[in-house]
């Protein structure tokens, strides 16, 4: 039903009716409407339950209730009896502080009447009264346990350059001693009747560098061993001995020789003076050769190499800048160098040089040889050939050959004259010059010059 009932007015003069809907309306506002805003002195109460129809009640500053239910729990009941608990414990804190103080009090009396602890006000006496451990100085004489999570014992050296210690003793005397040093070092220390004798291990605090005063005794692993376990010198022996590595050696025995055997057993020598590829060498057994070879490879690995010396399968010994089988390179020992010359016209009793070479820094041996070639007509009574520095070079003992008091024709043809081999040595590169010299009249002669060298 309406909650206010209004007469329908059908005439605007029917003033009865209208003032009877105004005075519906007033009793409808004074008596049923909750006022946000009440006059004061008027009724505000609620006469009904309201339904807020699953909305919220904001901003409430306080509830004055009689019963209170959520979700169908009475908390009125609830709340009751919680109060009544927090009342019972907090009159039994109240007990048991009173009981606590009063058995403290009685077990401060009872310790000073049973340990005579007549100054419990100095924390020394105290201790001393009932036995404790004392702050400085102590002597245990059962064993000491401490457990705890993450446990520590600390050595604190408070000067900063003193030690910390501990150490171990039979009967009192002094056995051993785990030991910071003064430089902050560990030190194990050995003593023998109470004396200190040394520190057979010991670490540098400052680079971890680790010695020790006496060779270590460490198992001896299998041969067969490829960890990173330390090996002993026993080890070392087996594997050498029992030819494992490398697998060319087959015997290493005291003073007894040593073999390599394999496809190519080599011995490679390193210079680390020098850096790669040069001051590599090794000593190769190779294809029925004994080799000298010289590393010229970059890595140092003889990848690439120049053999300057092997033996060869009779016993042979060369002197190569390759494999044997081309000549040395220039600088090395078997390095050659020659020169000839052809048709060179030639004047009587004059010195000429129809060849020549250029040699650098070292020792060579050195040869030269002149064709005379005599033309028709032509008497040769004198002919000579010998080497030099200068192209007008002069007669010299074992430089020359010199062939006097002849009488050659043309019907001869050709003379050749040749200079000994001769040991010569410089310390710059020089030009060597092959030098011809002959007496002749009549007709032409014209000289086919060389000279040649040999760095040895």
């Known amino acids: 039903m309406s909650k206010i009932t209004l007469t329908t007015v059908t005439n605007g003069q029917n003033i009865s009716a209208i003032n009877s809907n105004f005075s519906a309306l007033q009793d409808a506002l004074n008596n049923s409407v909750f006022y946000r805003l009440n006059p004061v002195g008027e009724p505000n109460q609620l006469n009904n339950d309201i339904d807020v129809n699953g909305n919220k009640i904001l901003n409430v500053d306080s509830l004055d209730v009689q019963n209170l239910t959520v979700a169908g729990d009475d908390i009125t009941h609830t709340a009751d009896i919680a109060v009544a608990a927090a009342a019972a ?4 804190a109240t007990s048991a502080a009173a009981s606590a103080a009063s058995a403290s009090s009685t077990l401060a009396n009872a310790l000073i009447k049973t340990n005579n602890l007549s100054d419990v006000q100095n924390p020394a006496t105290a201790r001393a009264n009932i036995g404790a451990a004392g702050l400085t100085a102590n002597t245990y004489s059962g064993v000491q346990t401490y457990s705890f999570d993450n446990v520590s014992v600390v050595l604190n050296d408070t000067s900063g350059v003193g030690t910390a210690s501990l150490y171990m003793q039979s009967n009192g005397v002094n056995e051993w001693q785990i030991r910071k040093g003064t430089s902050n070092g560990f030190n194990i220390d050995r003593y023998v009747g109470g004396s200190f004798i040394d520190s057979p291990f010991s670490i540098v605090n400052a680079s971890g560098v680790v010695t020790f005063t006496a060779s270590p005794v460490l198992p001896t692993p299998a041969t067969s061993d490829n960890s990173t376990n330390g090996a002993t010198t026993a080890y070392t022996r087996n594997i050498i001995n029992g030819g494992i590595v490398p697998a060319s050696f087959t015997s290493i025995n005291g003073t007894a020789p040593l073999t390599l055997t394999g496809t190519q057993p ?12 040069a001051g590599r060498f090794r000593m190769v057994s190779n294809a029925n050769q004994w080799q000298l070879q010289r590393n010229t490879a970059g890595a140092g690995d003889f990848s690439t190499n120049s053999i300057p010396l ?15 089988t081309t000549l040395p390179a220039a600088g090395e020992v078997g390095e050659y160098i020659q020169a000839t010359a052809t048709g060179l016209a030639l004047v009587s009793g004059s010195s000429q040089a129809p060849a020549s070479i250029t040699i650098t820094p070292g020792t060579w041996l050195i040869q ?13 009574t004198a002919y000579a050939a010998t080497w030099s520095t200068s192209a007008t070079g002069s007669v010299a003992l074992g430089q020359s050959s010199v062939h006097a008091g002849v009488s050659v024709t043309s019907g001869i043809g050709i003379v050749i004259a040749s200079t000994p081999a001769f040991r010569f040595t410089v310390t710059s590169n020089t030009t060597i010059y092959a030098n011809s010299f002959a007496l002749f009249s009549g007709g032409t002669l014209t000289g086919d010059g060389f000279v040649g060298a040999l760095r040895v």
């Open 89 to 92: 414990a907090s009159a039994s």
């Open 266 to 277: 080599f011995v490679v020598l390193i210079d680390t003076a020098q850096t790669s590829p």
């Open 310 to 324: 092997y033996v060869d399968a009779v016993n042979r010994v060369h002197q190569a800048g390759g494999n044997g």
């Open 368 to 380: 030269a040889s002149v064709r005379y070639n005599i033309g028709t007509g032509c008497t040769v």
